[in-house]
């Protein structure tokens, strides 16, 4: 599956005339000398690249994909990020802390924008867990009601502490909605996946006519040659062409099953020595996301040298959201593990870009499973992320040729089914009416 060819390979949606054809008139306002203009968009987001974090890179692939098919992207995030240009979307780095101090500001971007449709990607940690970026939903119908509202949620987990005085007063108020406006106001929401949905259906079983599940997608542009990729991903991890490349992929922290994927390719090594592993991706940003382990890198390599594995892994390290590198290591993997604890799922953007890449993939199976995820036929399922359970089921799929090469194609289906960009974005803009 061809994601975006490059990002930048497209033109930019505006060319330079029709930049200079818009302008800001005396109340700030953006307008138009034009009779038509193109719809705007307004995504409302905690974090940009190069922020290391995966919601992130899914903001931004989305807001590009809008930006290809003419929308006029806007994105409100916060400031201090470092945030790239981007020459067909337009970043306002207006928020330093998401309090209510900086409502107006808010309000005074609306107002210029004067947006067509309005998106917004919710994880409370991005937050930092305030209470204002809950009650947008609700600012923005109060003012602009005619305006279709998009709450995304990338992952559904606790509410905010009840710190201040605000935030307790919403509780008592709101009762049993725990995330303020954000499931009362929307016109739409957006789950990532069936166990996501379920959350949601949980806190607030009204909202089941207004909750679509939309996936995420691959988050990288993908090589056009399987072969040169394969072999470049090979050559930057140092593997060589008789080893089996057994690879994670996705942001390193705890949770994730990583030290007992490692603890599983030192078992099977002494049975299988060409087993090699590969640990794509980079570590959480620390500084954005609440809880987060800053000693973990040095845990994880610590894990590794005490199973003797130094010279059997491989670390990517952090790589550039419009990189080639990412695609040429997945290309380069004969095997994906994910013994994610919450179990494997439709909103994992990393088995996304490992189907769209035909890696077959083993996974644990979480409470709830989406319908789309077959055992032994897209995914082969396992019931919990302990090293020996790992082992026995890589032994088993590489001991099966015919196993491997049908994971292989049910990864590839999946991928043109849930994991393509244009369906996703066709979607979402007939939700908003862009």
């Known amino acids: 599956m061809d994601m975006l060819k490059q990002v930048t390979a497209r033109p930019a949606t505006l060319t330079a005339p029709e930049i200079d054809a818009r302008r800001i008139d005396d109340q700030g306002a953006v307008s138009d000398t034009r009779e038509t203009r193109q719809k705007r968009l307004l995504y409302i987001a905690a974090a940009l690249p190069p922020t290391r974090v995966p919601e992130a890179d899914h903001v931004l692939y989305q807001c ?132 996501h949905r379920q959350r949601v259906l949980a806190l607030a079983p009204s909202v089941a006519p207004r909750i679509h599940i939309v996936p995420c997608c691959p988050q990288m542009p993908i090589a056009h040659d399987r072969a040169i990729a394969r072999r470049n991903g090979r050559q930057k991890l140092g593997i060589g062409d008789s080893e089996i490349l057994v690879t994670f992929f996705g942001r390193l922290y705890p949770g994730k099953g990583i030290e007992q994927l490692v603890e599983a390719i030192s078992l099977l090594r002494r049975s299988r020595p060409r087993l090699r592993l590969g640990l794509i991706g980079g570590f959480l940003e620390s500084k954005i996301c609440f809880n987060t382990d800053e000693t973990y890198e040095d845990s994880l390599r610590n894990c590794v040298r005490s199973h003797g594995m130094e010279a059997f892994t491989s670390f990517s390290g952090e790589y550039h959201w419009n ?108 939700m908003l009416r862009l």
């Open 64 to 195: 590009l994909h809008f930006a290809e098919r003419g929308v006029e992207v806007h994105v409100l995030t916060r400031s201090g990020q470092n945030i790239e240009h981007h020459p067909t979307i337009m970043v306002h780095e207006i928020v330093e802390a998401w309090s209510w101090r900086e409502v107006p500001a808010v309000l005074r971007l609306l107002r210029r924008v004067r947006p067509d449709a309005i998106m917004i990607s919710f994880l409370g940690s991005l937050y930092q867990y305030r209470t204002m970026p809950t009650m947008i939903p609700f600012m923005v119908k109060l003012f602009r009601s005619h305006v279709p509202v998009l709450v995304q949620f990338a992952n559904i987990g606790q509410g905010g502490g009840l710190s201040g005085f605000i935030r307790p007063l919403l509780f008592r108020m709101l009762r049993r909605y725990r995330y303020g406006s954000l499931l009362v106001s929307p016109d739409v929401l957006v789950a990532l996946s069936e166990d």
């Open 323 to 430: 990189g080639p590198d990412v695609s040429e290591y997945l290309f380069a993997s004969d095997i994906a593990v994910l013994p994610l604890g919450p179990g494997v799922h439709l909103y994992n953007s990393s088995l996304a870009a490992l189907c769209a890449h035909g890696v077959p993939v083993i996974g644990t199976r979480g409470p709830v499973t989406d319908s789309a995820l077959r055992h032994s036929e897209n995914v082969y399922f396992i019931l919990d992320g302990q090293p020996t359970t790992i082992a026995a089921a890589l032994q088993t799929v590489l001991d099966d040729p015919d196993l491997l090469c049908r994971l292989s194609e049910g990864s590839k289906r999946l991928a043109a089914e849930y994991f393509d960009w244009h369906k996703s974005i066709d979607r979402l803009a007939k």
